[in-house]
T-cell receptor
Framework: DTEVTQTPKHLVMGMTNKKSLKCEQH?????MYWYKQKAKKPPELMFV???????INESVPSRFSPECPNSSLLNLHLHALQPEDSALYLC?????????????FGPGTRLTVT | QQQVKQSPQSLIVQKGGIPIINCAYE??????FPWYQQFPGKGPALLIA?????SEKKEGRFTISFNKSAKQFSLHIMDSQPGDSATYFC??????????FGDGTTLTVKP
């Protein structure tokens, strides 16, 4: 099983809402990532978890809050988002974190903030 | 500062043609260079990757050429097919594991 699953596929939320994105993998990978991708742009790294510990936070605003409850699950909690946060949110995982570890991406959650 | 410059932004070829996508980088800390393919509505998928001690790597119809002294690398797609129509991203990864992506190239292969 080389699949990373993400739910929901689409999410529309108001600026005062609280919602969560979910990512799951069962490949035994120990590194998991959140990326943000705007239309016709490359993915931008947001967070990296390695062995369930937050390793990288790319200066992401606190309205985005990641959580790694166990080695298979990664959540992204959203609160008080802005319309400019509308984007495709991609989760990825890899066997480890570092050079040479292939990242497997999920299909993404298309987020619209109204 | 754009750390990985990718060109062209878009490319149209006929079926059977050989599209070439180029990337250039400045940071000598980059140590691994993957290419990703992304179809609309999907996440990127790794196509092929190369380390800087290798000048060329081939996997199926996909070939990476790497020029370490010029800090440039390119993707060639042999015998391109309409199913290869997608957005292609080059990336460069530091030895600490930090990824930087190019801006992407939209490839259209006409039947």
């Amino acid at each position: 099983d080389t699949e990373v699953t993400q739910t929901p596929k689409h999410l529309v939320m108001g600026m005062t809402n609280k919602k969560s994105l979910k990512c799951e993998q069962h490949m035994g990978h120990r590194a998991m990532y959140w990326y943000k991708q705007k239309a016709k742009k490359p993915p931008e790294l947001m967070f990296v978890y390695s062995y369930e510990k937050l390793s990288i936070n790319e200066s992401v605003p606190s309205r985005f809050s990641p959580e790694c409850p166990n080695s298979s699950l990664l959540n992204l909690h959203l609160h008080a988002l802005q319309p400019e946060d509308s984007a495709l949110y991609l989760c990825a995982s890899s066997q480890g974190y570092g050079v040479g570890y292939e990242q497997y991406f999920g299909p993404g959650t298309r987020l619209t903030v109204t | 500062q754009q750390q990985v410059k990718q060109s062209p932004q878009s490319l149209i070829v006929q079926k059977g043609g050989i599209p070439i996508i180029n990337c250039a980088y400045e940071n000598t800390a980059f140590d691994y260079f993957p290419w990703y393919q992304q179809f609309p509505g999907k996440g990127p998928a790794l196509l092929i990757a190369i380390r800087p001690d290798v000048s060329e790597k081939k996997e199926g119809r996909f070939t990476i050429s790497f020029n370490k002294s010029a800090k440039q690398f390119s993707l060639h797609i042999m015998d391109s097919q309409p199913g290869d129509s997608a957005t292609y991203f080059c990336a460069a990864i530091t030895n600490a594991g930090k990824s930087t992506f190019g801006d992407g190239t939209t490839l259209t292969v006409k039947p």
